[in-house]
Each structure stands twice: as C-alpha cells, then as structure tokens.
C-alpha cells in the first residue's frame, strides 16, 4: 500500500503543471478520443519539420547553438509525444475504444448493425445446414439400400439450400465491412496509424549528439564578414523571414502546450479518482475483504501503470516544449540584434554612396554651367551636354556596381548577365543609342533638316539620345506643317526602308513645271519663252542658291553641278512635252511655286506661237 502512495505521489507530481495553482483551478476536459490523439501527434510532428527546415545558411555560432537546442528539444517532444499516443492506444483498447472514432449518424449505425446481424445469421445457416448435410452422408452409409435414394435427394436439397446461403453469407460479409468502413472512415488501427507516423520521422529514434550537429552546421555556415550592399541586402530579407518564421514556431509551441494541457487534465482527473478510491479500499481493513481489495489494489496498479506510460511523457513534452519556446525567443532575439546590426551598416554604406553621387552631380552641374557659358556653337554644345550626360551616367552605374559586388568574379558574372539581358530584351534601345552618335557626326542629322522616313516628310525639331522628332509636312506640290509631331526611333537608320535626308549645306530642293504644246507650235520661241519666264523668278534668289551649293560641295568634297533652271523636250501622244525643272528655296516653295506660275501665264496669254493643246493643263510638282 506504501508503494501505491509513492507511485502515485511520484506520478502527480510529473504530471503537475508548471503553475500549480492554475492548474488546480483548471477544469478537467473531455477524454481523448483517436482522432484527438492522431490531430495532436501529427500538429506535433509538423511542428517538429517547420524547426528542422528552418535554414541555418548564414547563421552564427550563437544562433547554430541555439537552432541545435530548438532541434534537441523539438525531437525530444516528438518522441515522448509518441510515447504517449501509444499508450493512450493501449487505454483506449483496453477501453473498448480501439479503431477509428465513428462520425455518421444513427441511421447509419444501425443499418450497419442490422447487416452484421443478418451476415451473422447467414454464417449460423450455413453452419447449420453443412451439419445436416455431415449427418445424411452418416446415415447413407449405414442406410438400407431401399431408403439409399431418399436420403439423396434430402442431401441434394441441403446441398442446394448450402450452396445459396454461402453465396447469401458472402455478399452480407462483404457489403457489411463495406458499409462499417464508410462509417469509420478508416479501417486501420490507431496503433497502425501511430506507428506509420512513427516512420515519418525515423531520425527521432536515432542516437544522434548536439554537438555533432552544432559541428557540422559551423562548417557549413558562411563566414561572418558581412559583404556588399547587396549582400547586406539579401542577409537582412533572409533575417526579417526567419524571424518571421521563428515568430510563428513560437506561437505553434503555446498551441502545442495548450493541447498537451487538453490531454493532461483527463489523466490527472483519473488518477485522482484513483487516488481516492485506494484511500477507501485502505480504508477498508475487514479480513473478509481482503482477498477482494488486493484483486481491486492490483487493478488500480495496473490502470496508475497505464496512465503513466501516457502521463509522465505529456509532463516531459510540457518542459520540453516550454524550453523549446524560450529557445526560439533567444534565437529570434539573436537574430533581431544581428540585423540591426547589418542595417546600421547598410545605411551607413549607402550613405557614403549617396554622398558620392552628389558630389558628381554638382560637378555635372558645374560642367553644363560651363559649356553653356563658354561654348558658343549650339551643334558643339549639344554634343557635350550629351557627352556629359553619358559619362555621368557611367561613373554613377560603375559606382552603384562596385558597391553591389565585392569581387572582381562578381563583377564579371554581373556584367555578363546584364549585357546578355540589354542585349536581349533592349536591343531597339541599344540600336537607337548607337544611331544618335551618327545622327551627331559629320554627315548626321541636325534641326532643321529636312528628312523622309517611312514616306513621311518633315523638318528636325529635335535629335534625341534615342529618339528623332520631326515636324511633319504635308501637301502637294508645296509642303505646309500639319500641325503635328512624328518621333521616330533612332534605330530607323539600320532599318531597311529608306531614309532620305537634304543635302548637308543646301536648302533647296527642284520643281518641275510639265506643258503639253500642240504639234504645230514653234518649241523654239516656246522654250526659250517659257525658260526664260521661270529663270526670272529663279534669279532673285539665285546667289543664295550658289552659296549653298558652295557649301554642300565643301562639305561634301565632291564635286556637284550648280543648280540652273533645265528644259527638256519630248514626243507624246498628243503632241510635244515641255518640262522645266528650277530650283526651289525650302522655306519658300509655296511662294515661289506662286510667283513661277503667274508668270508662267503671263508668258503665254503674251505670246500667240505658244499653243497648248486643248486638253491640257500645265502640272507644276516636286522634281522626282
């Protein structure tokens, strides 16, 4: 009896909480079913593989010690909670509990208990029927030879009648265990399933040392020097989601002691009711009793050994798990000082590059104030402002690198992904950056020209770095502002439509004037009438007609014939064909055009020799 109150002793306290007093006032919850004790062995068993994925790359010797203490502790509450699922089993079996717990209704209930008790019916048929048969091959044997047939066809009606009820029996078995399956859910053991979650962990069972495991994780951790921005960058995502991670291991360990305090109050209620009831049975001393109360007394040692076996590993997982939590708030902690630690750092290095940075934009600054102020060509001053832009631009990407990367490695890799990746995915960019140095150079594109791209002509308003602005015209035979602007994309210079672009010094382009003359006029007088009308015209500008030639050709370095007003002659079906091709200013086309063709009709209501054909009518447009 002594030993019973030792035992019982040495079992409440193990199973006492840590706050005693709480827990005294804590209500007992409700007996564990099967399914409650699988839920809590499989949140158990999660928990314990969210610990172990936690990734220890990047870690320090105090947190490597800290997550080899987590990990200790985390496989310490798996295997007693294994401890203690099995033996609840085993109550739960010695209960009448064992299998799945039943969640269909009533009416499902008994329709399976109305199948089993005719499957059980049918199997005491054929029983009985196979018994019948057994005595009828007795009695044929010893049977007199005129009774013989009788007794036959008896025997070949049971066998009739056997041969039914088997094939009754089996059809009830099979869809009885059909229908008691359904009910269940399950038809594995709790046991059987305990031991299959059991081989989901099979490191928990192995013999494996901390300092084992604290040893290899250092020599697979990285070094503690911190690196690059971009380094300190990563470091710091990687610590805000491991503590992240952490915060939600440690809300998951209260869950756990939580319902390990769901599971420990029934076993607590129980022993004390068996405490109670051994305090009356040692109450009871009448010798008559004696034989009755040891039977009782070895019963209450037998269930105080069952709830043990269950009870004093939810006693050691509460401590395990408590000290797993506090484990986890160091190695959190730990963290958190470590990333503040890599901010104060990273702030301080972008600091610094900041500061660089403004130091080279003050002097691009300074640089434009200069150009501006002592660069008086606007071409030359333009291909500064963009050399400079271009350089700052470079120092600034170099600068921005070399405080991503630390190595020259690094370097390399980094600027072989992002060349292949501009390559790729900015090569119209690449192309038009490219284009624009020459649309800068010495046969290049400058505002003012007059351009044709893509059928679409107009004047430069603009040359970008990588796109063209053009002011587009339109209008025939003389060109007027539309009142809209076309940009273009630098890299239509290696496009394969064409690009046509004025003559580098000369502002002018050719017109055309088309007479049709009828056969019998005098061509003589009519082109030298009419050459002479247009050449009037042609002459009030045609100094600055050869002042742009002399500068085309000086540009050029070639030689190039001056522009003159032409005439030419040629057969048509109706007669002859007069054309005269003159040279036009760009800004004055539609002037000239205008000044051309009144004096054109002038010439021939003044002279009668010039007989057009009726049908005709002189057509004034650009010279192809």
């Known amino acids: 009896m002594l030993r019973f109150h030792y035992l019982a002793l040495a079992l409440l306290i193990a199973l006492m909480p840590p706050a005693i007093s709480h827990a005294a006032k804590a209500p007992a919850s409700a007996p564990a079913t099967a399914n409650d004790v699988l839920e809590y062995l499989n949140h158990s068993i999660d928990w314990y593989h ?4 936690v990734d220890p790359a990047q870690a320090h010797s105090q947190e490597l010690l800290l997550r080899a203490n987590v990990c200790d502790n985390a496989k310490q509450v798996v295997k007693l909670g294994l401890q203690f699922a099995r033996a609840e089993a085993a109550m739960l079996d010695d209960a009448g509990a064992a299998g799945a717990t039943s969640t269909t209704t009533n009416a499902s209930v008994k329709g399976g208990a ?3 008790q005719l499957a059980a019916k049918a199997a005491a048929r054929v029983q009985s029927l196979q018994t019948q048969i057994a005595q009828l091959e007795t009695n044929l044997q010893s049977a007199a030879a005129t009774s013989q047939p009788a007794l036959s066809q008896q025997r070949d009606r049971l066998t009739a009648q056997l041969n039914l009820a088997k094939a009754q029996q089996e059809v009830l078995t099979q869809y009885a265990g059909f229908v008691a399956a359904a009910q269940s859910g399950d038809s594995t053991t709790l046991s059987a399933k305990i031991d299959a979650l059991a081989r989901s962990v099979p490191e928990v069972d192995a013999d494996n040392s901390s ?6 994780d250092n020599s697979a951790s990285n070094s503690d020097e911190s690196g690059n921005i971009l380094s300190i960058f990563r470091d710091l995502f990687t610590m805000n989601g491991r503590m992240s991670e952490l915060s939600g291991l440690v809300s998951e360990s209260g869950r756990l002691a939580e319902e390990n305090e769901k599971f420990r109050g029934p076993i607590r209620a129980q022993i004390m009711d068996a405490l109670h009831r051994a305090d009356q049975l040692a109450a009871a001393t009448q010798p008559a009793d004696a034989s009755e109360q040891r039977a009782q007394l070895e019963a209450l040692t037998a269930r105080f050994k069952q709830l043990s076996a269950a009870g004093v590993p939810l006693g050691e997982q509460r401590v395990m798990l408590d000290s797993a939590k506090q484990n986890l708030a160091n ?5 958190a000082r470590h990333s503040t630690r890599l ?18 934009v003050i002097g691009a600054a300074w640089s434009k104030r200069a150009t501006m102020r002592y660069v008086h060509d606007p071409r030359r001053r333009r291909q500064l402002l963009v050399v400079r832009r271009i350089v700052v631009a470079a120092i600034v990407s170099f600068l921005i690198i070399i405080s991503v990367v630390s190595e020259f490695g690094s370097i390399a890799t980094f600027a072989g992904l992002i060349t292949a990746g501009i390559a790729v995915a900015l090569q119209t960019v690449i192309l038009s950056g490219v284009a624009y140095f020459f649309f800068i150079g010495r046969f290049g594109v400058r505002v003012g020209d007059r351009v044709t791209i893509s059928n679409i002509t107009g004047d430069v308003i603009e040359v970008g770095v990588f796109r063209l602005y053009l002011m587009e015209l339109s209008g025939k035979p003389d060109l007027h502002p539309t009142g809209r602007i076309v940009v273009f994309s630098n890299s239509v210079l290696f496009q394969p439509q064409a690009f046509y672009k004025q003559l580098p010094g000369a502002e002018y382009t050719w017109h055309e004037i088309t007479f049709t003359l009828s056969p019998d006029t005098d061509y003589r007088v ?3 009438r009419l050459l002479a009308a247009v050449e009037s015209i042609v002459n009030q500008y045609h100094d600055a007609l050869i002042s742009q030639h002399e ?10 014939d001056a522009p003159k007003t032409q005439a030419r002659l040629r057969f048509v079906d109706a007669g002859l064909e007069l054309v005269i091709r003159y040279p036009v200013e760009l800004k004055r086309t539609a002037e000239i055009d205008d000044q051309v063709t009144r004096k054109l009709l002038e010439t021939v209501n003044e002279e009668p020799k010039l007989k057009l054909v009726a049908a005709s009518t002189p057509s004034l447009q650009p010279a192809a």
């Open 211 to 216: 300092a084992a495991k604290v040893s290899d």
């Open 50 to 53: 969210r610990i172990e994925a």
């Open 114 to 116: 109305n199948l089993s």
């Open 343 to 360: 901010l104060r750092e990273l702030l301080m290095r972008v600091a610094v590059l900041v500061g660089i940075i403004f130091v080279i």
């Open 331 to 335: 190695w959190k902690s730990s963290i």
């Open 526 to 528: 009519a082109q030298n």
């Open 551 to 560: 500068s085309a050709t000086r540009r050029l370095q070639i030689q190039l």
